[in-house]
């Protein structure tokens, strides 16, 4: 896992979009079944995910489209052409229903050589049914770049982020360039500090957008610098939610649209998925897609096979080889952050969100590790240093033979 301070702040903002989503009175609850009304009975008036206890977490973390007079969805329908999973040989993994237990997860699919190892599921989940995301959905925006650039949408990495969003010009973005948007070191300042009042992701979601102007612009393009560009790496989801801004602006298409004709529907993506719209319609990209494991699984499958379907190449040839290598130290020893994901020296790397999301992919193995969970804490608990082990361990069984 990240170093602890930056996947606290990974967390805090999406919980904050979230706590404001997930606000209101009674007339969206008349909408929810029967399960998730009683789970989510007793909601907190609190803007804070954090605050909500285990259940309702269980609830909402399945239902956050369902709450639609809150958050706006954007669908992303199923291909045509689901991509098969056939069975592989099982994976005996020893302590597994102990491990499933700490981490309460709801979804775990082991794929190895596009073929299941393992899958079960807990916490009343399914596999048919939606989990969030959380910030796994930012790997998922970053590969739209990709997508963006080998369409012709985006010329270069090293166009100034300005070029495609205009209203950016004349602000501390106006110097920064695509690349380091991907990477998290544009310079510009920014306190993802949840639990101070006045930090940049409690005003963040409060402010009113500048009129004909997206929120996410009408905010990050006010904010002073703090370092040239380039030189230092620091999260900041903002910033995810602006490359989203970025790629629909390129591609003139909404995120969820383009997302679904550049990856979902050739990917072979068996079910569909939704996409939590902010305050002036677009999709946060930076947290909230809901989809089926098996698809979190699949998303890994389209990383290993370097963005090429039926011999289609959806992103340029050297674009995972960029995203998942380090391209900024964070801080942590093994540890680096690439184009929206978290790197391993080892050459392995993980899509990860708060509260137990994530995409583990070891191209070494040809491994995928999809998990959705419901951790007793955002990313502070045991449960991260638990998940890491279990890595190891899969890992460690393949090498047996297992």
């Known amino acids: ?16 979009v979230l706590g404001l989503l997930l606000l209101g009175g009674g007339v969206w609850y008349s909408t929810l079944d029967k399960e998730t009304r009683g789970l989510l009975a007793s909601l907190p008036t609190g803007r804070d995910v954090l605050s909500w206890k285990q259940g309702q977490r269980e609830a909402a973390f399945r239902a956050l489209d369902r709450l639609p007079l809150l958050a706006k969805a954007s669908t992303i329908s199923a291909s045509p052409t689901p991509l098969a999973l056939p069975s592989g040989k099982p994976l005996e993994i020893p302590g597994i229903d102990a ?70 010009r004349g602000s501390a973005y106006d110097d920064v360039t695509v690349r380091q948007l991907l990477t998290m070191s544009s310079g510009v300042r920014w306190n993802e500090d949840y639990e101070d009042p006045k930090a940049d992701v409690a005003r963040f979601n409060e402010a009113t957008p500048d009129p004909g102007v997206d929120a996410t612009v009408s905010y990050m393009r006010k904010l002073p610098r703090a370092h040239p560009p380039g030189e230092v790496w620091h999260y900041n989801t903002g910033e995810t939610n602006l490359i989203g801004v970025l790629v629909s602006s390129a591609t003139g298409k909404p995120l969820a649209q383009y997302l679904q004709e550049r990856i979902w529907h050739p990917a072979g993506m068996e079910a569909a998925a939704t996409w939590l719209q902010g305050r002036t319609g677009h999709e946060i990209a930076g947290c909230c897609i809901q989809a089926a494991t098996r698809d979190y699984a699949r998303f890994g499958l389209f990383v290993l096979a370097d963005g090429v379907v039926a011999g289609t190449r959806i992103v340029p040839p050297d674009w995972f080889a960029q995203a998942t290598r380090k391209q900024k130290d964070i801080g942590a020893p093994g540890r680096g952050y690439g184009f929206q994901w978290w790197t391993y020296d080892d050459g392995s790397v993980a899509a990860q969100g708060i509260f137990g999301q994530g995409i583990y992919i070891d191209p070494q193995r040809r491994l995928v590790i999809a998990s959705n969970s419901n951790w007793t804490r955002a990313s502070l608990g045991p449960e991260s240093k638990a998940r890491e082990a279990f890595y190891a361990q899969v890992r460690a069984l393949i090498d047996a033979g297992g």
């Open 99 to 168: 491990y499933m237990r700490g981490q309460n997860t709801a979804g775990l699919v082991i794929l190895q050589d596009g073929k299941v190892r393992f899958e079960r599921y807990g916490l009343g989940f399914d596999a048919a049914g939606r989990w969030t995301s959380f910030s796994v959905a930012k790997s998922f925006t970053s590969t739209l770049v990709g997508a963006a650039v080998q369409d012709g949408y985006i010329k270069s990495l090293e166009d100034k982020v300005s070029r495609y969003i205009p209203d950016l």
């Open 1 to 16: 896992m990240p170093r602890r301070t930056s996947l606290s702040r990974t967390g805090r903002l999406a919980l904050a």
